[in-house]
């Protein structure tokens, strides 16, 4: 198989050492707005370096990878699907619904694939909660709590690009509440602080939320997330139920420490950053979409999961600069 990965950032770089490294992978093509950084990429795997995104799709490939600036999703997804050509991209689609609603209807019309890249459904402790919610072993659920914490900020010309801390950094916690219950969000009442840094009040964002989602159930869920926890990266999900209670994240080395008597040691090595914590995942995925794209597998998550954690988080926005709860269906 002939794969085209567009970008070749961080996580981009990353995903070039996943691709080349898979069996099912027999050729690598990289471009990137910056040549000479997909030149270097390309180099240390193994695969070509192609100039620009023409060139790319005009070398044959069987799919296309999209890791690129979040402002260029949507047009890349239009692009290769008028390729005819499935394409896993990293979330988000775009900023926006009409933006994502329009990359889908190009999708939908050339009829090809489009995964999106939430690597948290491929993460064995949160496939565990799914199971466990799905074979009834907490009864009836009745709380959900998620904590996404960032060690430090992210650059701060970054920030007016991001679409805000709801739709860059919670969606993801949208996203597998919605995956790992099964249930949809119908209503949220959310806040922030920008105590933090003033890079972020400069941006109209906020360092740090939360908020409270009510689903379609009855199930409440508490969703916390900052960009300036210190101790380290921190993903976690509690689930709680008349019969048990479960956590997904809580391991030696959760950047967690408590403060009773014989409790465990600060952890020695807490999570760093994402790609250290989801590293397994991450290459689960891309396994995912080259089986995809050979036919053997359905769609783990298609452009349509996009869209309905982005309408929850954008409402969560609007929640929090009108200061009321908002439904989703509004």
């Not at 991209?89 to 019309?109: F, M, S």
């Not at 009834?136 to 709380?143: A, E, F, Q, V």
């Not at 997330?225 to 993903?235: F, K, L, Q």
């Not at 760093?272 to 995912?288: K, T």
Request: hydrophobic fraction near 45%; glycine fraction near 10%; proline fraction near 8%.
């Amino acid at each position: 198989m002939r794969i085209g990965l567009i970008g070749t950032g961080r996580i981009g770089s990353f995903h070039a050492g996943v691709l080349a490294r898979h069996p099912g992978v027999g050729a690598l093509v990289v471009a990137d707005a910056d040549p000479a950084r997909a030149a270097a990429v390309a180099a240390a795997v193994g695969a070509e370096a192609v100039p620009d995104v023409p060139a790319l799709l005009g070398r044959g490939l069987d799919a296309v990878v999209i890791a690129s600036a979040t402002a260029a999703h949507a047009e890349l997804i239009a692009r290769a699907a008028r390729a005819g050509l499935p394409a896993f991209c990293e979330k988000p689609i775009a900023l926006d619904v009409p933006g994502t609603r329009a990359a889908l209807a190009a999708v939908a019309e050339a009829g090809t694939e489009l995964q999106l890249g939430f690597m948290r459904r491929f993460d064995t402790g949160y496939r565990a909660a799914r199971e466990a919610v799905r074979a009834g072993r907490l009864g009836r659920l009745h709380t959900v709590r998620t904590v996404t914490s960032d060690p430090e900020p992210p650059p701060a010309a970054y920030l007016p690009l991001s679409g805000g801390l709801f739709r860059d950094c919670m969606v993801h916690d949208v996203d597998i509440v919605r995956w790992v219950t099964g249930r949809e969000v119908v209503e949220v009442y959310a806040t922030g602080s920008d105590a933090g840094p003033a890079m972020f009040r400069a941006a109209g964002d906020v360092d740090t939320a939360a908020a409270l989602l009510t689903l379609d159930d009855g199930t409440l869920v508490t969703a916390t997330a900052t960009r300036c926890n210190g101790a380290g990266y921190d993903v976690r999900m509690e689930l709680a139920g008349d019969r048990d209670q479960l956590a997904v994240g809580l391991d030696e080395r959760t950047p967690l420490t408590s403060l009773e008597p014989h409790s465990p040691a600060p952890p020695p090595k807490p999570w760093p950053g994402f790609l250290e914590r989801f590293a397994p995942a991450y290459e689960a995925e891309l396994d995912a979409f080259v089986r995809l794209v050979r036919g053997e597998v359905p769609n783990p998550c298609d452009g349509h999961e996009a869209l309905a954690a982005l309408r929850v988080a954008d409402a969560c926005e609007r929640s929090r600069r009108e200061r009321r709860p908002v439904r989703v269906a509004d």
